[in-house]
């Protein structure tokens, strides 16, 4: 077992900075997501409120059960924080907890709660409301990144769909 202050001693110098840059793996390798992505969600919405054309996405297929609309992701993204703010033409929302879970062989997946507060012209239907979204950090035919995966709102809404993003800066 040995002498406990020497162990500790050790155990600090083996973390120290001059041997972390001797290390063959990353102390922490964690995708960079901040910056701006454009993109859509499509909404199981089917309430009292028709929603505006110019909210439309242009791949919008009128006869689905889903609705395709335009929304942007501002991220921010530091070493122990991270915030997303989520933007439509009805509503916006912001993170309220977030967390990146990235495991060797799978995308990294970016799983964060949120609070959305819609317009204020909006119906009640569209009152405030949380929610949740998982969205999975790809790469496309081109090799810009992507965000997509789901959401679902919580009670009072109960609305759910996809999510498909790409970063513009």
Same mark, same amino acid.
């Given at each position: ?104 062989? #799978? ?24 929610? $949740? ?19 679902? $709102?919580?009670?009072? #809404? ?12």
């Amino acid at each position: 077992m040995g002498n406990p202050v020497w162990n500790r001693i050790h155990f600090v110098r083996s973390f120290s900075l001059e041997n972390i840059g001797n290390s063959k793996k990353p102390l922490v390798s964690t995708s960079d997501l901040s910056g701006e992505w454009e993109g859509w969600i499509e909404t199981s919405y089917d309430g009292d409120y028709e929603i505006p054309e110019e909210a439309l996405h242009t791949d919008n297929d009128p006869d689905s059960d889903y609705t395709r609309m335009i929304g942007n992701l501002h991220i921010t993204q530091r070493w122990r924080k991270i915030n997303i703010h989520f933007v439509t033409y009805t509503s916006a929302s912001d993170s309220v907890g977030a967390t990146i879970l990235a495991s060797d062989g #799978r995308w990294p997946t970016l799983s964060y709660q949120y609070e959305n507060q819609p317009d204020s012209d909006t119906p009640k239907t569209m009152s405030l409301h949380h929610g $949740t979204t998982n969205l999975e950090l790809k790469k496309d035919e081109n090799e810009d990144d992507i965000l997509e995966g789901f959401y679902y $709102t919580g009670n009072g #809404r109960r609305n759910h769909g996809k999510m498909h993003f790409k970063r513009v800066d």
